[in-house]
């Protein structure tokens, strides 16, 4: 296996946690010294990814990922200004471009899939859908699917866009990446006051099985208290970085578990499906530029197959506009989230049992 690391007392598995999150922050602070962009998520990522191959990775504790999850959800909403909203009105025909784009990514990844040896129809589509890794995943488990090669093509999918996309975005665009500080930094009353007010509803989102609560309930109200002028400014550069870090662990910790055979065997057929649906979101991302008045590298974040949380910071560290990025990720998210078990459960494909 790629990581099964001996249980060990509590006090040397928090030293050890603590540890593997010190070398993700020095790898995003090396990333971010150096200029690469999205440099604190990507550098945590790769770290995270190293600890994973040698075996060495520690599961991240919930209360970690809640909190990533939370500052990411307080820099989303602080987007929600009363002119970003008032921009939501040029949505609706790139939400419809974007529904199409997830059925057209699917179905062409899983075709291609499909023609691999090893591949059921089943185990082809749940690869091949675009986000939502929790859901295709406890489908996959439900129906018994292998979840080694499906784990493996998503996964490829996520980290690619992570570490790959800020720096294609830039080349294409010619723009730096801004972050998440340019209208300023909100107070840190101002900060507790949203964190606590989103763990508290991200709770009731949990018990209602949203995906990404915490997040979500941040968003909501980060958004209520940006969009009515009660806080003004995003995270401070401390937190956001912190965030960063936080999220490149969370997003290289999912790798655990995966043997070296089934990321080897996969690995091919990851690349290629990876390529495939990166090539149709670019082409509905430029459909979208005319339809819905944004800029390219804002539609190709938001059309891009990767995860709801790794999307929008994207986002938001390449100082694209994360309220129509956050929107179409949201949109997929809860489409995937609904309709994907009740698809499985409702057809079985005739070669089920290859």
Same mark, same amino acid.
């Not at 560290?317 to 990025?325: C, F, K, Q, R, T």
């Given at each position: 296996m790629l990581d099964s690391p001996k249980r060990l007392p509590a006090w040397r598995e928090i030293g050890a946690q603590m540890f593997q999150l010190g070398c993700a922050a020095l790898g995003g602070y090396a990333f971010a010294l150096v200029g690469v962009p999205a440099g604190w998520l990507s550098g945590a990522v790769l770290v995270s990814g190293i600890f994973v191959l040698m075996g060495r990775s520690r599961p991240m504790?919930?209360?970690?990922?809640?909190?990533?999850?939370?500052?990411?959800g307080v820099s989303m909403g602080a987007g929600a200004t009363p002119e970003a909203i008032a921009a939501m009105s040029r949505y609706p025909a790139s939400l419809v471009l974007l529904a199409l784009a997830v059925l057209a990514i699917t179905f062409a990844c899983a075709a291609y899939l499909r023609s691999r040896p090893g591949w059921t129809w089943?185990?082809?589509?749940?690869?091949?859908?675009?986000?939502?890794?929790?859901?295709?995943?406890?489908?996959?488990?439900?129906?018994?699917?292998?979840?080694?090669?499906?784990?493996?093509?998503?996964?490829?999918?996520?980290?690619?866009?992570?570490?790959?996309?800020?720096?294609?975005?830039?080349?294409?665009?010619?723009?730096?990446?801004?972050? /998440?500080?340019?209208? @300023?930094?909100?107070? #840190?009353?101002?900060?507790?006051?949203? =964190? &606590?007010?989103?763990?508290?509803?991200?709770?009731?989102?949990?018990k209602l099985r949203f995906a990404a609560a915490m997040m979500l309930g941040a968003l909501t109200v980060s958004a209520v208290l940006h969009s009515g002028g009660i806080v003004r400014g995003g995270l401070p550069p401390f937190a956001l970085a912190a965030a960063l870090v936080l999220i490149g662990c969370f997003i290289g910790s999912r790798m655990r578990g995966l043997s070296r055979q089934s990321l080897t065997a996969a690995l091919p057929d990851a690349v290629v499906s990876f390529l495939i649906g990166l090539a149709l979101a670019g082409g509905f991302a430029a459909l979208a530029t005319v339809l819905a008045g944004i800029g390219f590298d804002a539609a190709f974040v938001a059309f891009a197959p990767g995860g709801?949380?790794?999307?929008?910071?994207? /986002?938001?560290?390449? @100082?694209?506009?994360? #309220?129509?990025?956050?929107?179409?990720? =949201? &949109?997929?998210?809860i489409g995937i989230n609904f309709l994907l078990p009740l698809a499985m459960r409702t057809r079985r494909p005739p070669d089920d049992e290859d």
């Open positions: 504790p919930p209360v970690l990922s809640d909190l990533a999850m939370l500052l990411a089943e185990e082809a589509i749940l690869a091949s859908v675009p986000g939502a890794l929790t859901a295709v995943l406890a489908v996959a488990v439900d129906r018994r699917a292998r979840l080694g090669p499906i784990v493996v093509v998503q996964m490829f999918r996520l980290l690619a866009l992570v570490l790959v996309l800020p720096s294609a975005i830039n080349a294409v665009s010619g723009t730096p990446s801004l972050g /998440a500080a340019a209208s @300023g930094a909100m107070g #840190l009353p101002e900060l507790g006051l949203i =964190l &606590a007010g989103g763990a508290l509803l991200g709770v009731v989102y949990k709801l949380e790794a999307m929008v910071v994207l /986002a938001l560290v390449l @100082g694209l506009d994360p #309220l129509y990025v956050g929107t179409h990720h =949201l &949109a997929r998210a």
